[in-house]
């Protein structure tokens, strides 16, 4: 699986990869929702577009998470599939993304537990030591 | 950090001497068994070690001596869990590590004159009542119908505004810390997203390590300070453990961002990037101050509709006897306030981060409600789904030595990962049933993480607070029946 959980004694450490930055980030919005919800009963029906920047691509990570986390108590939507582009300008980066799910259903959903934030422990996107592919890694507060 | 990092001063008392970059030196208050895994995190290198982030707090420009870390310590981010750092106000800088992103999580306990016995032919009605009507878990609502605009009045007035609105006793202001409404909160430093995220959600419990109880006194340990806070053996008690939901969350996540600005415009060196902070006296180390007190007044106003919710349950199960549950102390466990303390024999107002801290003031301070004031106000300890709660109080001990902190909870001993992997939902709830404790859990998958093995032993956290000087406990609280989100 392209994310994993990582040990942390309070909350739940996160680690995504894949093959590009884009790729990894898809897989830490992915991981994020795996705490709240069981990603597998979520349909993507309904899309949310998403467009944020940051300065460094930790900095974007944080506002991606963030920004789909926020939709869970604005619109009540949960996320299972997601496509990102990161983009490189003078001043940072910029991502365009689109976060495809529905509305939560708790009897369908078998919600977990709620993610308060997106710490700034441990956070990194960097290319793989072994060259292949990328890395994005955060705690999650739950 | 190198081995032999920790000079033992008492039984549970220890101190890590100031070395490289640290300001002050910091006191750990724990057992053995805390103190071992301290170190073991060290020894492995561990990316997330107490220790290390208790050194990192006692590096900050304007800590005041010492950096301090309570017994229920362990990992967290910035600033360790049952973590104090105290600040000067010229000087020192505010940090959102210490305080995290659930402003004024705690707890309020109310007491009810019923014994066990006398509620014990209605305690299934009553859980399943309160699972039906308390909101809790993921994608709740709260029943308070606000607007937008109208959470303004929840963010500066707090528990004051639900009681305004009809949903509580007036009496219940005296017995919560700050009357349920913290001085300096400004809507205007409270982003429009934070309100929209959490207009809906005052009055819910949320998930996790949340939940709300009802227990019995199981025993009481300081007969004075339990009569002055009318606690009986046998009677019953309800906690409930819940914070400033979405608006706490996302002012947490505002200002984080704002503070790595901070950081780099005033040239503060960061031991790590948690720890991102502004000057007390600078433009925006007002402005988060301002916002905390509003994340803090949402938590209490959560509470306080809770509560409501709770009175109103027992009284369509009880009857009206059953809905007399007065509040006996709300407190929280996650804030940063300005407090005048005694530092180097001189009184003044500093700037106290307790993160996984409770207030703890010892006898004979003005904060505490008149009733409470000869003994000190409570402090409000959260167990384990399976084992005990605790009420202690402050000492002058405690004062002197932790700026008048306080436990918390039992503290984690396993990460969620392993306890989801050791423990069974549906195997943690027939245990606890066997043991007569009823659960209603809105996940089954949190059940598991929140096992009362995941914790730390809340009897040994209590005697080590007690064992230091720095707590004194009061009463312990079993737990009959547990709502879960």
């Keep these: 699986m392209p994310f994993e959980f990582v040990e942390h004694t309070a909350d739940v450490g996160l680690r995504a990869s894949g093959a590009t930055v ?16 069981d990603l597998e009963s979520v349909d993507p029906v309904r899309r ?5 920047r940051g300065d460094t691509l930790e900095d974007v990570l944080v506002e991606w998470l963030g920004s789909l986390l926020a939709q869970k108590d604005l619109t009540g939507m949960v ?17 365009d993304g689109v976060a495809r799910g529905e509305r939560l259903d708790r009897a369908r959903h078998r919600p977990g537990t709620e993610v308060k934030g997106i710490s700034y422990l441990g956070l990194s996107v960097r290319e793989a030591e072994s060259g292949d592919g990328w890395i994005a890694e955060c705690v999650l507060d739950v | ?4 990092w920790l000079r033992r001063e008492n039984a549970s008392e220890w101190v890590l001497p100031r070395q490289g970059a640290m300001r002050v030196e910091a006191r750990i208050y724990a057992d053995e068994t805390t103190i071992e895994a301290l ?12 220790l290390e982030q208790v050194r990192n707090v006692a590096c900050l420009p304007g800590i005041l001596e010492p950096a301090v870390a309570l017994p229920d310590v362990h990992p967290g981010y910035g600033f360790p869990i049952g973590g104090v750092g105290a600040f000067d106000l010229d000087t020192g800088v505010v940090v959102v590590g210490g305080v995290g992103f659930d402003i004024n999580c705690g707890v309020r306990l109310l007491s009810s004159p019923l014994t066990v016995a006398q509620i014990e032919p209605s305690l299934d009605a009553l859980v399943d009542r309160l699972f039906e009507t308390v909101p809790a878990g993921l994608g709740s609502t709260g029943k308070l119908k606000l607007s937008v605009d109208g959470i303004d009045h929840v963010l500066r007035d707090g528990a004051a505004y639900v009681v305004e609105q009809g949903f509580g006793r007036p009496d219940d202001l005296d017995f919560i810390e700050e009357n349920g409404r913290m001085d300096g909160a400004d809507p205007a430093a409270v982003s429009p997203l934070a309100k929209q995220r959490q207009f809906k959600q005052v009055g819910t419990l949320g998930s996790g390590n949340h939940y709300l109880e009802i227990q019995v006194v199981d025993r009481v340990l ?16 309800v906690s409930i453990h819940t914070g400033s939901r979405a608006l706490g969350h996302q002012i947490g996540q505002d200002y984080l961002k704002e503070m790595v600005k901070a950081s780099a415009k005033y040239g503060i060196d960061i031991p790590e990037r948690e720890l991102v902070c502004a000057p007390i006296d600078s433009e925006e180390g007002r402005r988060y101050l301002a916002a905390v007190a509003c994340g803090a007044n949402c938590a209490f106003a959560n ?45 003044r107002n500093i700037l106290v981060h307790r993160k ?71 195997r943690v709830l027939s245990d606890l049933g066997a043991s007569g404790i009823r659960i209603r859990a809105h996940s089954l998958r949190s059940v598991a993480e929140e096992a009362p093995g995941a914790y730390k032993d809340v009897e040994r956290v209590v005697a080590a607070a007690a064992e230091a000087g720095i707590n004194r406990p009061v009463a312990r609280l079993r737990p009959l029946a547990v709502i879960k989100g």
């Design chain 1, 22 to 37: 884009a790729q990894a980030l898809c897989e830490a919005a992915r991981g994020m929702f795996a705490t709240m919800i």
């Design chain 1, 48 to 52: 949310h577009v998403v467009r944020c």
């Design chain 1, 79 to 95: 996320f299972s599939a997601f496509e990102v582009d990161v983009r490189v300008k003078a001043d940072g980066f910029v991502l």
């Design chain 2, 1 to 4: 950090m190198t081995g032999g």
């Design chain 2, 39 to 50: 170190e073991h995190d060290v020894r492995i290198r561990s990316d997330w070690s107490a």
């Design chain 2, 222 to 237: 300081d007969p004075e300070a339990a009569s002055a806070y009318g606690l009986e053996a046998d009677r019953i008690a």
């Design chain 2, 303 to 347: 509470r306080q509709m809770l509560a409501h919710l709770v009175r109103s349950a027992f009284e369509r199960v009880l009857g009206a006897a059953g809905s007399d549950l007065r509040t006996v102390y709300d407190i929280g466990h996650n804030n940063v306030k300005i407090e005048r303390h005694t530092i180097d024999g001189r009184d």
């Design chain 2, 356 to 426: 996984g801290a409770t207030r703890a003031f010892g006898p004979g301070r003005d904060e505490s409600p008149p009733a409470y004031r000869r003994v000190g106000h409570p402090i409000l300890v959260g167990g384990t789904m399976g084992t005990a709660s605790y009420v202690l109080r402050g000492t002058e001990i405690g004062m002197a030595k932790a700026f008048g902190s306080g436990i918390h909870g039992a503290g984690r001993a396993l990460s969620r990962k392993k306890a989801a992997k050791k423990f069974w939902g549906e």
